[in-house]
């Protein structure tokens, strides 16, 4: 179960319903009713066209906090940490022993029992997150078989693809010879399996393929479908990023990158973006996916628009394989570049989901790039969604993209947990420790990865 989190103080705010001094942090960032954002004289042409213009009608998740979107967002505005030991395996032997776990996970109703037992957690997720993005835009297997299959794709990406389906064939093949391995070893392995599964399962028969871009791939992937919806190739596409690394080779891996806190005796603790106390991330997993589709055919099929994509960027700081750019370069020219994509000014945005892991160098790198684009931070927030569920590598961004869309839609922004001690380079509102009621007028939503590979991408409120 995921626990409650608290920090050194506890914070107490009437944002948050309770009753008592707000502390510290909290006091630093005043909560306070956006004031109207000024636009440039002449701001970016956004997209008018309804055929180009792209609208979110459908979202699915799987996570630590359970697979309803709802769910998801009520426990991050609590701002309860999903970080917990691991159980999963034999962990005790490992220099770090939590992660962002998922418990209790089902997919009764959505995959048959057989498969279900020979699937890699990777596929699960993707499979159940899928099946109900496409149920939460009434894309139901009845409604699908009125519509041109032909022209809705699936593009679900994966940094890691099936790890325990890999690791379980190697072992086999050291331990009891090639004969041994399982027939599913490399369909079950290889990254693009989930978009072919959910495609197989629903009938589509659109664009179809993965990327796999480390920690950015989901960005990369939404950025990708909605060029497809734009050219013309489809009408749908179903959209996102899934990963299922906690495992010995995946949370082995990582230590051996020395990429990951070791707070073992405080878990919930561990994941602090821009604290001064942070030593590195929490691995996390899951799967994020939206329905993202053209306003024309939206429209035409009476679809429940929940927010608008705006446009992205992807980029590379051709620097290191893991440290990012300290001057943020490739960070601030992705944020430029998906701005101009998006049509929107600098001052438009209000609002930034951060890729905030939780590592020394990588925070202040992507504040610093920040900075640089948006000259005046007074009415920014930014928050970091990893602090509560830990880094879900491939399936970060998918997630993260649902945690921005329902900020646009409720008001609110979930917490920055543990927030006890920021950097004093961090001087724009991190949202610490209580949510808070912000009205978003465009939000972007960043993610990066192993590679240098830098994505960002840009939501709004539907406007007609």
């Given at each position: 179960m995921a626990t409650t989190c608290y920090s050194a103080l506890i914070f107490k705010t009437k944002d948050s319903g309770n009753n008592g001094a707000s502390l510290l942090q909290y006091n630093r960032f005043r909560a306070s009713k956006s004031r109207p954002i000024k636009a440039m004289a002449a701001?970016?042409?956004?997209?008018?066209?309804?055929?180009?213009?792209?609208?979110?009608?459908?979202?699915?998740?799987?996570?630590?906090?359970?697979?309803?979107?709802?769910?998801?967002?009520?426990?991050?505005?609590?701002?309860?940490?999903?970080?917990?030991?691991?159980?999963?395996?034999?962990?005790?032997?490992?220099?770090?022993?939590?992660?962002?776990?998922?418990?209790?996970?089902?997919?009764?109703g959505y995959i048959d029992g057989k498969t279900d037992r020979r699937l890699d957690d990777c596929w699960r997720y993707c499979l159940v997150a899928g099946r109900k993005?496409?149920?939460?835009?009434?894309?139901?297997?009845?409604?699908?078989?009125?519509?041109?299959?032909?022209?809705?794709?699936?593009?679900?990406?994966?940094?890691?693809?099936?790890l325990t389906t890999f690791s379980n064939g190697v072992e086999a093949l050291i331990q009891k010879g090639f004969k041994k391995i399982t027939p599913f070893f490399i369909p079950y392995s290889i990254t693009n399996m989930g978009s072919a599964l959910l495609a197989i399962d629903a009938g589509l028969m659109g664009p179809n393929y993965s990327i796999s871009t480390a920690c950015a791939t989901?960005?990369?992937?939404?950025?990708?479908?909605?060029?497809?919806?734009?050219?013309?190739?489809?009408?749908i596409m179903v959209v996102g990023g899934t990963e299922a690394a906690v495992n010995p080779t995946g949370v082995g891996g990582f230590i051996a990158c020395r990429a990951l806190s070791q707070r073992n005796d405080e878990p919930h603790k561990a994941s602090r973006p821009w604290d001064k106390d942070r030593d590195g991330f929490v691995i996390g997993e899951g799967a994020?996916?939206?329905?993202?589709?053209?306003?024309?055919?939206?429209?035409?099929?009476?679809?429940?628009?929940?927010?608008?994509?705006?446009?992205?960027?992807?980029?590379?700081?051709?620097?290191?394989?893991?440290?990012?750019?300290?001057?943020?370069?490739?960070?601030?020219?992705?944020?430029?570049?998906c701005l101009e994509h998006a049509g929107v000014s600098p001052e438009e945005v209000n609002y930034v989901n951060c890729h905030a892991t939780s590592t020394l160098a990588g925070d202040l790198a992507e504040v610093i790039a920040i900075k640089k684009i948006f000259k005046d931070?007074?009415?920014?927030?930014?928050?970091?969604?990893?602090?509560?569920?830990?880094?879900?590598?491939?399936?970060?961004?998918?997630?993260?993209?649902?945690?921005?869309?329902?900020?646009?839609?409720?008001?609110?922004?979930?917490?920055?947990?543990?927030?006890?001690?920021?950097?004093?380079?961090?001087?724009?509102?991190?949202?610490?420790?209580?949510?808070?009621?912000?009205?978003?007028?465009v939000a972007i939503s960043n993610s990066f990865g192993f590679g240098g590979h830098n994505s960002v991408v840009a939501f709004a409120p539907f406007k007609p």
């Open positions: 701001p970016p042409r956004r997209e008018t066209d309804p055929k180009k213009r792209i609208v979110i009608t459908g979202m699915g998740v799987v996570s630590v906090f359970g697979n309803d979107v709802n769910t998801f967002y009520e426990k991050l505005l609590e701002g309860q940490s999903g970080i917990t030991p691991i159980d999963k395996f034999d962990a005790s032997t490992f220099t770090v022993r939590f992660a962002g776990q998922i418990r209790n996970f089902s997919s009764v993005a496409l149920h939460d835009a009434n894309l139901g297997h009845q409604i699908l078989q009125t519509i041109d299959r032909t022209r809705i794709g699936v593009l679900v990406g994966s940094g890691m693809g099936g989901a960005n990369y992937c939404f950025y990708a479908a909605a060029n497809h919806i734009r050219r013309g190739e489809a009408d994020g996916v939206l329905i993202m589709e053209s306003l024309d055919h939206a429209a035409k099929r009476g679809a429940n628009i929940i927010a608008e994509y705006l446009g992205g960027a992807i980029t590379c700081d051709a620097h290191h394989m893991t440290d990012p750019r300290k001057d943020g370069l490739g960070i601030s020219s992705c944020i430029t570049k931070t007074s009415e920014m927030k930014m928050n970091g969604t990893k602090s509560m569920i830990g880094h879900g590598l491939g399936a970060a961004g998918g997630l993260e993209a649902i945690a921005c869309i329902k900020a646009i839609t409720t008001g609110w922004l979930h917490p920055t947990i543990n927030q006890d001690n920021l950097e004093p380079e961090v001087d724009i509102d991190t949202v610490p420790n209580v949510k808070k009621q912000h009205e978003v007028n």
